[in-house]
């Protein structure tokens, strides 16, 4: 697995610079964009640097080619699953039912506070609209779920997808259409932890 780090500029929009207090879970996501790269990604969000485009970053973005672009350090916290707007509209409600059981102090007061003080994000390239992941881009994201399960101390059960949390986001839509696959991905992350 290839890896570099290319930070992104510390903003309040993409990059807070705060460290994390705990970490909960992590949340995969994919990128919405067929064949994009992972540095077209950082640059989509290092141009969000003031603002213009509201909030949005990940920890790590995994190319189709299965090379890791580390873009915020992954101990500080990045905007990859912050709700803006209620599950329905009108509703008060902001998260998941699941996510407002599992963390109700960081789901609860939505307007000022989020899972993303929690949760570190991945996301993935992909090159169709269905979002499949490539071989060598899921392998590499099991590798960077190890990784973090064993760095803090995370099981299975502790890893979400983008929908799992923000119920009104189809992402990543793969594993959202193919539970079986997600399921899947699951069971190796538990294999490789165990
Ligand atoms: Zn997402």
């Known amino acids: 697995m290839t890896e570099k780090n290319?930070?992104?500029?510390?903003?309040?929009?993409?990059?807070?610079?705060?460290?994390?207090?705990?970490?909960?879970?992590?949340?995969?996501?994919?990128?919405?964009?067929?064949?994009?790269?992972?540095?077209?990604?950082?640059?989509?969000?290092?141009?969000?640097?003031?603002?213009?485009?509201?909030?949005?970053?990940?920890?790590?973005?995994?190319?189709?080619?299965?090379?890791?672009?580390?873009?915020?350090p992954s101990n500080e916290i990045a905007y990859h699953c912050g709700a803006t707007s209620p599950i329905y509209q009108g509703s008060e409600q902001y998260y998941t039912d699941i996510a407002r059981r599992k963390w109700p102090d960081f789901t609860l007061d939505y307007q000022h506070k989020s899972p993303n003080s929690i949760l570190i994000g991945i996301e993935f390239e992909h090159e169709t609209w269905e979002g499949f992941p490539t071989t060598a881009a899921r392998a590499s994201l099991l590798l960077l779920m190890i990784r973090y399960s064993k760095q803090y101390g995370l099981k299975a059960a502790d890893w979400y997808r983008h929908k799992d949390i923000v119920g009104y986001k189809d992402c990543p839509h793969w594993y959202n259409l193919y539970v079986e696959d997600w399921s899947a991905l699951l069971a190796d992350l538990t294999k490789g932890i165990s």
């Open 6 to 72: 290319d930070f992104l500029p510390i903003s309040k929009f993409i990059r807070p610079g705060t460290v994390r207090q705990k970490t909960l879970g992590g949340v995969i996501h994919w990128t919405a964009k067929p064949m994009q790269s992972a540095s077209d990604t950082r640059k989509y969000w290092a141009d969000r640097e003031n603002g213009s485009n509201g909030y949005g970053s990940a920890h790590d973005i995994v190319d189709r080619d299965g090379s890791v672009l580390h873009c915020v």
